[in-house]
């Protein structure tokens, strides 16, 4: 069974999603070493700010890699993992649809932005299942499978 990620892309342009959670430690590890700048109060709360981002980003860095969903061609279902939650199996028949839609809650899968959209996996009765982002590899996915993707911005009536 295949990984996608949910969250970042399904390919080499992943490493471009991480960066930032990579960013502060590195900026900030040879600051440890300078003496003057640990003994100086502002150093201290540079240190200690740097430190608090890390340490608040862990939980989002370990959701990016963590969440995503595989196929099971044996049952036909999809399987959502989610860091924290119960696995759930969708049956592949069940969806719909997908369409592109604004998400703002991080507990349905990838968080809308200025920089990328987000698409909603829809039921075939209208309810969401959850939200991927936009990537080819998960657009190839449910193409093969028959599910049609829309690509503007409101639903169809």
Known sequence: MKKYFIHIHNSKAMILDLIP????????????FIKKFITDPLGLIIIAFSAFLQIAMTPYFIRMIYDGFYYDEEKNEI?????????????????????????DDDRMG??????????CVKSREGYDYFFVLNDPA???????????????DEEET
Do not use: W
């Open 110 to 119: 990838a968080i809308s932005g200025k920089a990328n959209n987000t698409f």
């Open 79 to 103: 399987i959502l993992k989610r860091f924290r939650q119960k696995d759930r199996r969708f049956p592949l028949d069940s969806i719909g649809k997908i369409i592109l839609k604004r998400n």
């Open 21 to 32: 959670y990579f960013i502060i430690p590195i900026c900030t590890f040879p600051l440890l």
């Open 138 to 152: 998960i657009e190839k996915f449910f193409a093969d499978h028959g599910i049609p993707m829309i690509r503007y």
